[in-house]
Protein backbone atom coordinates (compact mmCIF):
# COMPACT_ATOMS: atom_id res chain seq x y z
CA UNK A 1 0.00 0.00 0.00
CA UNK A 2 1.23 3.35 -0.99
CA UNK A 3 0.30 6.18 1.69
CA UNK A 4 -1.48 9.04 -0.62
CA UNK A 5 -0.37 11.55 2.11
CA UNK A 6 1.19 14.55 2.20
CA UNK A 7 -0.45 15.97 -0.67
CA UNK A 8 -0.88 18.94 -2.60
CA UNK A 9 -4.48 18.43 -2.95
CA UNK A 10 -6.39 19.62 -6.18
CA UNK A 11 -7.61 17.90 -8.95
CA UNK A 12 -6.82 13.66 -9.55
CA UNK A 13 -5.66 11.90 -12.62
CA UNK A 14 -9.39 11.56 -15.02
CA UNK A 15 -8.47 8.18 -15.31
CA UNK A 16 -10.07 5.43 -12.48
CA UNK A 17 -7.72 4.17 -9.73
CA UNK A 18 -8.64 0.74 -10.27
CA UNK A 19 -7.82 0.58 -13.89
CA UNK A 20 -4.08 1.70 -12.77
CA UNK A 21 -4.14 -0.58 -10.10
CA UNK A 22 -3.36 2.38 -7.62
CA UNK A 23 -5.54 2.73 -4.19
CA UNK A 24 -6.49 5.66 -5.09
CA UNK A 25 -6.02 8.38 -8.38
CA UNK A 26 -3.35 10.64 -7.73
CA UNK A 27 -3.14 14.27 -7.44
CA UNK A 28 -2.18 16.50 -10.83
CA UNK A 29 -0.27 18.83 -8.85
CA UNK A 30 1.39 16.08 -6.76
CA UNK A 31 2.73 14.41 -9.90
CA UNK A 32 3.77 17.82 -11.06
CA UNK A 33 6.18 18.47 -8.02
CA UNK A 34 7.81 14.80 -8.72
CA UNK A 35 8.70 16.17 -12.19
CA UNK A 36 9.79 19.69 -10.22
CA UNK A 37 11.80 18.05 -7.93
CA UNK A 38 15.78 19.15 -7.96
CA UNK A 39 16.90 14.98 -7.75
CA UNK A 40 14.95 14.43 -11.34
CA UNK A 41 17.08 16.99 -12.96
CA UNK A 42 19.69 14.50 -13.26
CA UNK A 43 18.89 10.99 -13.07
CA UNK A 44 22.13 9.45 -13.68
CA UNK A 45 23.33 11.31 -10.96
CA UNK A 46 20.89 10.14 -9.13
CA UNK A 47 21.82 6.26 -9.73
CA UNK A 48 25.41 7.29 -8.98
CA UNK A 49 24.94 8.32 -5.86
CA UNK A 50 22.79 5.73 -4.48
CA UNK A 51 23.85 2.06 -3.21
CA UNK A 52 23.76 -0.27 -5.81
CA UNK A 53 21.02 -2.55 -5.10
CA UNK A 54 21.00 -5.37 -7.16
CA UNK A 55 22.96 -6.15 -10.48
CA UNK A 56 20.88 -3.87 -12.85
CA UNK A 57 22.07 -1.01 -10.47
CA UNK A 58 25.45 -2.03 -10.42
CA UNK A 59 25.63 -1.60 -14.78
CA UNK A 60 23.97 2.06 -14.26
CA UNK A 61 20.27 1.52 -14.38
CA UNK A 62 18.01 3.46 -12.65
CA UNK A 63 15.61 1.36 -10.69
CA UNK A 64 12.16 2.14 -8.46
CA UNK A 65 14.38 2.10 -4.66
CA UNK A 66 16.44 4.37 -5.76
CA UNK A 67 14.03 6.75 -7.79
CA UNK A 68 11.79 6.24 -4.44
CA UNK A 69 14.69 7.18 -1.73
CA UNK A 70 15.90 10.64 -4.07
CA UNK A 71 12.25 11.93 -3.81
CA UNK A 72 11.52 11.57 0.07
CA UNK A 73 9.88 15.02 -0.15
CA UNK A 74 7.47 14.22 -2.51
CA UNK A 75 4.12 12.15 -2.57
CA UNK A 76 4.60 8.40 -2.61
CA UNK A 77 2.07 7.53 -4.69
CA UNK A 78 2.78 10.20 -7.28
CA UNK A 79 6.30 9.03 -6.81
CA UNK A 80 5.17 5.43 -7.63
CA UNK A 81 2.90 6.67 -10.54
CA UNK A 82 5.51 8.73 -12.09
CA UNK A 83 7.91 5.52 -12.20
CA UNK A 84 5.51 3.63 -13.99
CA UNK A 85 4.95 5.93 -16.45
CA UNK A 86 8.74 5.57 -17.26
CA UNK A 87 8.81 2.40 -17.23
CA UNK A 88 6.19 -0.86 -16.90
CA UNK A 89 9.43 -3.09 -14.52
CA UNK A 90 11.25 -1.64 -11.23
CA UNK A 91 14.12 -1.20 -13.44
CA UNK A 92 15.15 1.80 -16.63
CA UNK A 93 17.72 2.99 -18.48
CA UNK A 94 18.39 6.40 -17.07
CA UNK A 95 18.67 8.40 -20.18
CA UNK A 96 14.97 6.94 -20.80
CA UNK A 97 13.73 8.03 -17.65
CA UNK A 98 15.70 11.72 -18.09
CA UNK A 99 14.35 12.56 -21.61
CA UNK A 100 10.77 11.14 -20.60
CA UNK A 101 10.87 13.66 -17.73
CA UNK A 102 12.00 16.24 -19.77
CA UNK A 103 9.66 16.51 -22.16
CA UNK A 104 7.28 16.28 -19.19
CA UNK A 105 8.26 19.06 -17.97
CA UNK A 106 8.38 20.95 -21.26
CA UNK A 107 5.00 20.19 -22.45
CA UNK A 108 3.78 20.63 -19.59
CA UNK A 109 0.41 18.90 -20.55
CA UNK A 110 -1.36 16.23 -18.40
CA UNK A 111 -1.97 14.30 -21.50
CA UNK A 112 1.43 13.00 -22.64
CA UNK A 113 2.40 11.65 -19.14
CA UNK A 114 -1.21 10.31 -18.90
CA UNK A 115 -1.27 8.28 -22.06
CA UNK A 116 2.15 7.05 -21.33
CA UNK A 117 1.50 5.83 -17.84
CA UNK A 118 -1.71 4.35 -19.50
CA UNK A 119 0.42 2.34 -22.47
CA UNK A 120 2.39 1.30 -19.96
CA UNK A 121 -0.11 0.41 -17.69
CA UNK A 122 -1.50 -1.71 -20.65
CA UNK A 123 1.51 -3.40 -21.50
CA UNK A 124 1.94 -4.72 -18.38
CA UNK A 125 -2.01 -5.96 -18.25
CA UNK A 126 -1.17 -7.34 -21.86
CA UNK A 127 2.16 -9.22 -20.66
CA UNK A 128 -0.05 -10.73 -17.71
CA UNK A 129 -2.82 -12.32 -19.83
CA UNK A 130 -0.85 -13.55 -22.06
CA UNK A 131 1.71 -15.54 -19.60
CA UNK A 132 -1.44 -16.54 -17.84
CA UNK A 133 -2.59 -17.94 -21.41
CA UNK A 134 0.37 -19.48 -22.28
CA UNK A 135 0.26 -21.41 -18.42
CA UNK A 136 -3.18 -21.96 -19.21
CA UNK A 137 -2.37 -23.84 -22.93
CA UNK A 138 0.68 -26.05 -20.85
CA UNK A 139 -1.50 -26.96 -18.05
CA UNK A 140 -4.02 -28.11 -20.88
CA UNK A 141 -1.90 -30.25 -22.76
CA UNK A 142 -0.58 -31.68 -19.54
CA UNK A 143 -4.01 -32.36 -18.51
CA UNK A 144 -5.08 -34.37 -21.89
CA UNK A 145 -2.07 -36.23 -21.85
CA UNK A 146 -2.06 -37.37 -18.35
CA UNK A 147 -5.84 -38.26 -19.16
CA UNK A 148 -4.52 -40.19 -22.34
CA UNK A 149 -2.11 -41.82 -20.45
CA UNK A 150 -4.08 -43.00 -18.11
CA UNK A 151 -7.29 -44.24 -20.14
CA UNK A 152 -4.68 -46.48 -22.65
CA UNK A 153 -5.00 -44.28 -25.53
CA UNK A 154 -8.15 -44.50 -27.24
CA UNK A 155 -9.00 -47.94 -28.80
CA UNK A 156 -5.89 -49.57 -27.88
Known amino acids: QLPSEPSAGGAALDVPAWLLGYPNAPCIQDIIDVFEAEAV ?5 MVAAKPEISYMASRGYLQYKCFQQSLTECNPLAVR ?37 VLTKTKAYAAVLALAGILALVIDLIWEEALYAHIGGLGA
Request: no cysteine; hydrophobic share 45%; aromatic share 8%.
Open 41 to 45: RDIPA
Open 81 to 117: VVFDAISSSDTVDPEVAQGLLDSWKVEGTEVSFLSKL
